[in-house]
């Protein structure tokens, strides 16, 4: 099993940047690969972006390329969601999760979850 802690979530404003963190432990955290999702109240969970083993192969969501950086750190266990020219519509639980093949932007097909960590970006 594998159990994952986000953190890094806050209120900012349009234009401004956050950094999530995610603490992963329980098993080797370069055996899995890595994503982060977000749900905004009355919406459907959604891809953000997700990156592999070895942090050589990453994927983006069209609403965020450009603007989030996802990378990991295998010797801390933790992956990171550098987000910039943050924008109202961003506003959303930011869930971090893990899945044991290639990264992939369905979120059914990965396995471990995290609690998720509140965004709110005001105009």
């Known amino acids: 099993q594998v159990q994952l802690v986000e953190s890094g979530g806050g209120l900012v404003q349009a234009g401004d940047s956050l950094r999530l963190s995610c603490a992963a432990s329980?098993?080797?955290?370069?055996?899995?690969?890595m994503g982060w999702f977000r749900q905004a109240p009355g919406k459907e969970r959604e891809f953000v972006a997700a990156i592999s083993w070895s942090g050589g192969s990453t994927l983006y969501a069209d609403s965020v390329r450009g603007r989030f950086t996802i990378s990991r750190d295998n010797a801390k266990n933790t992956v990171y969601l550098q987000m910039n020219s943050l924008k109202p519509e961003d506003t959303a639980v930011y869930y971090c999760?893990?899945?044991?093949?290639?990264?992939?932007?369905?979120?059914?097909?990965?396995?471990?979850w995290g609690q998720g960590t509140q965004v709110t970006v005001s105009s």
């Open positions: 329980g098993r080797p955290f370069r055996n899995y690969c």
């Open positions: 999760a893990a899945r044991t093949s290639g990264p992939v932007t369905t979120s059914s097909l990965y396995n471990y």
